[in-house]
């Protein structure tokens, strides 16, 4: 084989062991469903073997579908110069890219090719990450998005600091911090994690003291609903009971959002929230880009 072919089908899969991976199976395990073994799977999947009509219905009823044979191709096109959906995702959890492949046990070379489509992931490696970013792991071309200005100094003026005191607490330089906020330097997972811990603690006039409204907003599939337990709600007569929209919290449904509403420190009507953006409620929400 040429060098040119090598480059052309190298992190390449065939149509078989994709339909596979889609499953969340791996060709062994897609053998065995089928009953037969992986190197009678390999041979269909590269053409070197027909699809008997007993497999082809194997196939049917195990992938939903009768892959091609011998067609290969990539998890996603290659991401080359730009910033790629994973890493992005990452930054967005603080985490570097070092830091999502130790969570997936592999590599950090083969974490940056898995990212940018130079390479498969497998499917125990792909659930792992998968579950790092708390999303799918696409391969595809991300904006690399900026600080959200606005977000910072908002921030800063509830805690009623400066830009110079926010680099002294976040252990940085004035100057590391103005670029950052002018755009002229990238915001790192570290240095974003210690921007966030400075400037989204609660300042005391945040607090609630007491709690008097209780919301939770949940989704599950394609259903969503909320739940508000409060004083002033029907049940039991002190009125702590619970008004509900949408029903009640089905089992295995997640938190969209959640917060308390009472006063604050000053007397003033204050909201504190429970479910949060985390670390990219400092990061303008950037759309990702056709690869």
């Not at 078989?16 to 037969?36: H, N, P, Q």
């Not at 607490?169 to 330097?185: K, V």
């Not at 604050?264 to 504190?272: K, Q």
Request: glycine share 14%; aromatic share 4%; with cysteine.
């Amino acid at each position: 084989m040429t060098a040119t072919n090598t480059a052309t089908t190298r992190g390449a899969e065939s149509e078989l062991r994709a339909a596979a991976r889609r499953r969340g199976l791996t060709m062994k395990e897609l053998a065995a469903k089928m009953g037969t073994t992986p190197s009678y799977l390999s041979q269909i999947a590269t053409g070197a073997r027909p699809w008997s009509p007993a497999m082809r219905e194997k196939a049917a009823v195990v992938l939903g579908e009768v892959p091609g044979q011998g067609i290969v191709y990539r998890q996603g096109g290659p991401v080359n110069g730009e910033s790629s959906y994973i890493r992005e995702r990452a930054r967005e959890l603080g985490m570097s890219m070092q830091d999502l492949a130790e969570r997936a046990g592999v590599s950090y070379g083969y974490m940056i090719q898995a990212s940018r489509g130079h390479r498969n992931m497998g499917v125990k490696v792909q659930k792992r990450v998968e579950s790092a970013l708390q999303a799918p792991a696409k391969v595809e071309l991300a904006r690399c998005p900026d600080v959200d200005r606005q977000a910072v100094w908002e921030r800063m003026d509830a805690h009623g600091i400066s830009q110079n005191e926010v680099a002294r607490r976040a252990g940085i330089s004035s100057s590391h911090l103005s670029q950052i906020m002018n755009g002229q330097r990238s915001l790192s997972p570290g240095i974003l994690k210690k921007l966030h811990g400075v400037l989204f603690q609660r300042t005391p006039a945040e607090r609630v003291m007491p709690a008097e409204v209780k919301v939770l907003g949940w989704r599950k599939g394609e259903r969503s609903g909320m739940v508000v337990r409060g004083a002033g709600g029907p049940g039991r007569g002190d009125g702590g009971g619970t008004v509900r929209t949408g029903g009640r919290v089905p089992w295995g449904a997640k938190a969209e959002y959640a917060f308390r509403a009472g006063y604050d420190g000053r007397g003033r009507v204050s909201v504190e929230h429970v479910v949060e953006r985390g670390y990219s409620a400092m990061l303008t929400q950037a759309e990702p880009v056709a690869a």
